[in-house]
């Protein structure tokens, strides 16, 4: 008898910490809004990172609905991945809330064109760490210049990179990311920002954590298992210790 109520004891306490598990398992948002031009690989890097969060332990959402950006419903989330969103795509209410998500302790990766989204905010440009500018006319062949071997969003690629994507040039670069990778602009025509362009970098910012890559333009690329591996980690970044979201640490005043 006494070996039953211990037994029963421990599956009771082993299933509490199940619970408890499931319970503290991360929760990511896609959000994928498009104004101005919408990326035919949207749906691709969607079914990828929901695959990758199947396959590594987190949640994913969906949605192109920007009235999800309010305090009752980010706060469920440990980051919010803006995948090739364009233009203008949240009001002032909207941007509000996502500034206190950040303030609280939020995550937030942003994947190619998201650095081509809401160019007139300022914090958000910030956030992302650059504002898109342009590109050449069409994707292209060039080389990656790993800069950074050891971080786990880069550690698995070759130092010298091949990819074809749209190049990016940026402006309003922020000082304070730690860039993973460059573009070689000897290797295609169309980068106008020299020997030292960034395409990656992360950085924490106003207490959240942002990672950005400018990658992401062909449908194909979500198949590729190295970068698929550059965004899985770029979102457990983002996640960080899945720490509880502190609203008393929001500096924006609420809409």
Not at 137 to 157: A, E, F, Q, W
Request: aromatic share 12%; with cysteine; proline share 5%.
């Amino acid at each position: 008898m006494k070996k039953i109520v211990i037994l029963t004891l421990l599956v009771s306490v082993g299933f509490s910490f199940l619970c408890l598990a499931q319970k503290q398992k991360p929760r990511v948002l896609i959000f994928s809004k498009t104004v101005r031009y919408y990326h035919e690989s949207i749906p691709s890097g969607i079914a990828a990172i929901i695959k990758l969060g199947q396959q590594n332990g987190f949640d994913v959402d969906t949605t192109k609905n920007s009235a999800f950006f309010a305090e009752i419903t980010l706060k469920k989330y440990a980051a919010i991945i803006w995948l090739s969103t364009t233009g203008d795509v949240l009001n002032p209410a909207e941007q509000a809330h996502f500034e206190r998500y950040i303030q609280s302790g939020g995550g937030y990766v942003g994947i190619h064109s998201a650095s081509a989204s809401e160019k007139e905010w300022d914090w958000f440009g910030k956030l992302t760490g650059a504002v898109f500018v342009n590109h050449p006319p069409d994707p292209v062949p060039g080389t990656i210049n790993v800069t950074d071997r050891k971080d786990p969003s880069t550690k698995h690629l070759p130092q010298k990179w091949q990819w074809k994507d749209e190049w990016y040039n940026f402006n309003k670069r922020s000082s304070d990311v730690h860039v993973l990778f460059t573009a070689d602009e000897t290797t295609y025509k169309g980068g106008t920002e020299g020997a030292y362009h960034p395409l990656a970098w992360k950085h924490e910012f106003d207490g959240g954590r942002s990672f950005y890559t400018a990658l992401g333009h062909l449908t194909e690329g979500y198949n590729d298992p190295l970068f698929q591996k550059h965004i899985l980690e770029g979102i457990k970044y983002a996640i960080g210790k899945n720490p509880k979201l502190d609203y008393s640490k929001a500096k924006t005043p609420a809409p």
